[in-house]
């Protein structure tokens, strides 16, 4: 199983990136997805930044990123979707998504890099 993240690039403070995660090969209608971040030179951080449940019933955010981002997902199209606007330098990181099924298998994809400079 293989998950793929992408639409990561360079943004200018304040902008916006709205980044797609497929992923097929599992019940993706029945997973909980997440997103977590790695920043430069730091290990990646073991709380995720936006988690939404099956059927999109709950949702959650970490403190850093409340109100900013925006996690939604599209069942038909095995899709994870992370909006993200108000985009700060201390944004820049490589972003992943994860799946947990609820077989209590956990995927993640190989990440895409987000960077936010003038």
């Known amino acids: 199983v293989h998950l793929v993240e992408s639409g990561g690039g360079l943004v200018q403070p304040g902008g916006s990136l709205n980044l797609p995660c497929l992923a097929p090969g599992f019940d993706f209608s029945t997973s909980t997805m997440r997103w977590y971040r790695q920043a430069p030179s730091k290990p990646r951080e073991e709380y995720y930044i936006?988690?939404?449940?099956?059927?999109?019933?709950?949702?959650d955010y970490a403190d850093s990123v409340e109100g900013r981002f925006t996690v939604s997902r599209d069942n038909p199209k095995n899709t994870v979707y992370l909006r993200m606007t108000g985009l700060k330098p201390e944004d820049t990181a490589v972003y992943y998504c994860?799946?947990?099924?609820?077989?209590?298998?956990?995927?993640w994809g190989q990440g895409t890099q987000v960077t936010v400079s003038s």
């Open positions: 994860y799946a947990w099924t609820q077989e209590g298998r956990g995927y």
């Open positions: 936006a988690h939404i449940g099956i059927y999109g019933r709950y949702i």
